[in-house]
C-alpha cells in the first residue's frame, strides 16, 4: 500500500517546525541503508518557503513546502546510470548512499526545483526520504508530520486518504511524473486595488469589479468593500481586462493586466460621476 504526504498550504502558519525536525532526524545520524547523515547547512529535504506577494499595501505571504514528490514515473530514476535510485514497494523514492557515483544526473533530471541536493563530502545526492527508516520500524508519521502543530501535513497510506487525495492538487499537474505528495490550497493568482470617488475623495463601497481573461474570456467578479478595497482571486495564469462599474458613475476599464508571473496590486482606481 503506497504512502502519500498531503500539504495543505492555508493551515501552515510557517513555524518551520517540520523543516527543524527534519534537520533533526538527519543531521549527524547514519540512517544507512536509506540515508547517510544530513549536512547541518546547505540542505532542507522539507523546506518552508516564505512566499511574498502583491505590493504594499495588497501583501500575502504564502508558506510553500519544497518537498520530493516520490514519483511514480521518477526522472531521477531513469536518469541514474549507476542505478542507485529505487522505488520500495510502499512507493517511497530512495537514493541508495552506496550505490550513488555523484554523477549528479539526478539534479539535473528532477522537474521540481531544489528537492535533490549534492552531498560535496560524501560525494552522494540526498533527499527526502519520508522517513523510511522510521516507517520500517512501525512509525505512522514522518517527523515532518508529527511535528506540525497545525494539521497542515497528513502522511498515510494511499488507500486510506483517497477521499483527500481526490480533492487535492498536484504542484506540477502537466507533469507525467505520478507525485505521491498532494496539496491543498495551492497559491493562485489575484488581482486587487481600491475604488475611490474622484470628486468626494472617499471610498466607494459596492463598486463591482471583473476581470475577464483576454484568451477565454471567463470572468470573476466581485464588488468592494467599505473601505473600497477588492481582490479578484483564484485566477488563472493569463491576461485580463478589468472593469469597475458602480451605478451613477462612468465605468472604468484597465489592461491588459499579465496575472501570468505575479498577483497585481492595481492601486487606487478613480471613478468620475456620471
Not at 522510521?134 to 494511499?158: K, Q
Request: proline share 5%.
Amino acid at each position: 500500500m503506497g504512502k502519500v504526504m498531503i500539504i495543505d498550504l492555508a493551515i501552515c502558519n510557517g513555524c518551520h517546525n517540520c523543516q527543524v525536525a527534519c534537520k533533526d532526524e538527519h543531521v549527524a545520524n547514519d540512517w544507512s541503508p536509506v540515508a547517510k547523515p544530513q549536512p547541518d547547512t546547505g540542505q532542507f529535504w522539507n523546506k518552508v518557503v516564505n512566499m511574498e506577494r502583491g505590493s504594499f499595501p495588497k501583501v500575502q505571504v504564502t508558506y510553500h513546502h519544497s518537498i520530493c514528490q516520490h514519483c511514480e514515473d521518477a526522472p531521477c530514476l531513469e536518469a541514474c546510470t549507476a542505478h542507485a535510485i529505487y522505488r520500495r514497494a510502499d512507493g517511497i523514492v530512495i537514493i541508495d548512499p552506496e550505490k550513488c557515483r555523484g554523477n549528479q544526473l539526478c539534479l539535473e533530471a528532477c522537474p521540481y526545483e531544489n528537492v535533490i541536493y549534492f552531498n560535496h563530502d560524501l560525494n552522494i545526492a540526498q533527499k527526502c526520504t519520508f522517513c523510511a527508516h522510521l516507517i520500517d520500524r512501525g512509525w505512522t508519521e514522518t517527523r515532518c508530520s508529527d511535528a506540525c502543530p497545525t494539521g497542515a501535513f497528513t502522511f498515510g497510506d494511499e488507500q486510506d486518504l483517497k477521499e483527500k487525495i481526490a480533492q487535492a492538487e498536484l504542484l506540477k499537474p502537466e507533469l507525467p511524473t505520478g507525485p505521491r505528495v498532494y496539496y491543498f490550497n495551492l497559491p493562485k493568482k489575484w488581482i486587487a486595488g481600491a475604488v475611490l470617488d474622484s470628486e468626494a475623495d472617499e471610498c466607494l463601497e459596492g463598486a463591482a469589479v471583473t476581470a475577464t481573461d483576454t484568451r477565454t474570456g471567463g470572468a470573476v467578479t466581485t464588488t468592494t468593500d467599505n473601505y473600497g478595497d477588492f481582490w479578484l482571486r483564484d485566477l488563472k495564469d493569463g491576461q485580463y481586462t478589468v472593469a469597475v462599474e458602480k451605478e451613477g458613475y462612468l465605468t472604468r476599464k484597465l489592461g491588459p493586466v499579465d496575472a501570468t508571473q505575479k498577483d497585481q496590486n492595481l492601486g487606487d482606481i478613480v471613478l468620475w460621476r456620471a
